[in-house]
């Protein structure tokens, strides 16, 4: 378990009394930190440890959690395109929260994305996070502290899980086959998401890349509405949707025959909605990514006006930072506000082609103005 928290020595100081000889660990955790921070890992190396304990077989127990195979064991991914639902915690949380353990001395509860909890799934969690059960321990992962209902936070003990050095991210990008330039700004490009940054390291996320930049540049050089780089961008995203559903209604049709026939409507409309879910998240998912990529052009063309190239992000691409320099500083910021903006605006479920289309011809006009 330790090894897990060689890099995050806060998230070190609170866990490791917690699992020292006659300590007691907390009811509920909050993990909070950037994607690849090292979280999940450490949520589950946690969770093999407090389900070891006092178990026939300990080292059968970590192995078993390690597979996620262990009966006390639940860990909760959001079906929601932007939310959990009730039904993701109701019975796996809730419900089960009042239940004695299969086989260890206690049952433990990860639940991802808990900035994601709506008020009806969070009213529903409050109980269980005020007065669980004996046995009970709740581990909650956030990404977005900040978004986080300060109901849940308030109930939880926070801790932090930092995010690892840009060297090291560029490293295992390196591994995959990039050059050091390249993997230093997918690193960087990642704001310290080593997640995101494996993303833009595939073929995948470099025609991504590509495409934010595109946008980026036919917006300052005032050729949106020639080239409306929205159309190559939103065909990209809508592609990776499609690629996602195609891997999915496999799944589906497999899980299908392991069900009597009666039972088959049942589970087939279950797919259908956890597939058109999972196809929205990842299709929002690759397009914010992608206006990340174009917000970080716009800010490393401020970072080269005022002379600091140290703070350029996209490090395989000075020349053509170079060659695109000229705009002021403050309209460059105020292209990177109008992108935010945007990617806000994507949560509320807006057309993606109409706000892309529109952010597109503002960002023009600052420019052009």
């Known amino acids: 378990m330790l090894a897990e928290l060689d890099r995050h020595p806060h998230a070190r100081a609170v866990l490791q009394p917690a699992l020292a000889p006659g300590g007691t660990a907390s009811h509920a955790y909050l993990f909070h930190g950037p994607e690849g921070a090292g979280k999940r890992a450490a949520a589950r190396a946690l969770a093999a440890e407090l389900l070891a304990e006092g178990a026939a077989d300990p080292q059968s127990a970590r192995a078993r959690v390690e597979s996620g195979a262990h009966p006390d064991l639940t860990w909760v991914v959001p079906s929601g395109a932007h939310e959990i639902l009730v039904s993701d915690i109701d019975q796996p949380v809730v419900a089960a929260a009042s239940k004695t353990p299969f086989e260890a001395q206690r049952r433990v509860f990860v639940i991802e994305r808990v900035d994601e909890l709506g008020d009806e799934a969070a009213n529903r969690m409050l ?22 209902l300060a109901t849940i936070s308030s109930r939880c003990q926070l801790v932090r899980f930092d995010a690892p050095p840009v060297e090291q991210v560029a490293g295992s990008m390196e591994a995959l086959g990039l050059s050091w330039e390249t993997a230093m700004a997918c690193a960087r490009l990642s704001l310290g998401d080593a997640h995101r940054a494996r993303g833009l390291a595939e073929a995948e996320g470099q025609a991504l890349r590509e495409a934010g930049e595109a946008f980026a540049r036919a917006a300052l050089h005032g050729e949106a509405s020639a080239k409306r780089p929205w159309l190559d961008l939103l065909a990209m995203v809508r592609a990776k949707g499609e690629s996602l559903r195609s891997e999915l209604d496999r799944q589906a049709s497999a899980d299908l025959e392991l069900y009597p026939r009666k039972e088959q409507k049942r589970v087939e409309t279950e797919w259908s909605e956890r597939i058109r879910r999972s196809r929205r998240r990842a299709e929002t998912t690759a397009l914010d990514l992608a206006l990340q990529v174009s917000a970080l052009w716009f800010s490393d063309l ?10 350029v992000r996209n490090v395989d691409r000075l020349s053509d930072l170079r060659a695109d320099a000229g705009a002021e500083p403050a309209e460059l910021l105020r292209a990177v506000e109008l992108i935010e903006e945007t990617r806000q605006r994507f949560q ?19 420019f052009s103005g």
């Open 127 to 148: 109980k269980t996070l005020e007065e669980p059960a004996w046995f009970v321990h709740l581990i909650l992962l956030t990404d977005r502290l900040s978004e986080v």
């Open 302 to 311: 401020a970072a080269l006006a005022w002379g600091a190239e140290e703070l």
């Open 348 to 366: 509320l479920n807006v057309s993606e082609e109409l706000a892309c289309e529109a952010l597109a011809y503002r960002l023009e006009a600052v």
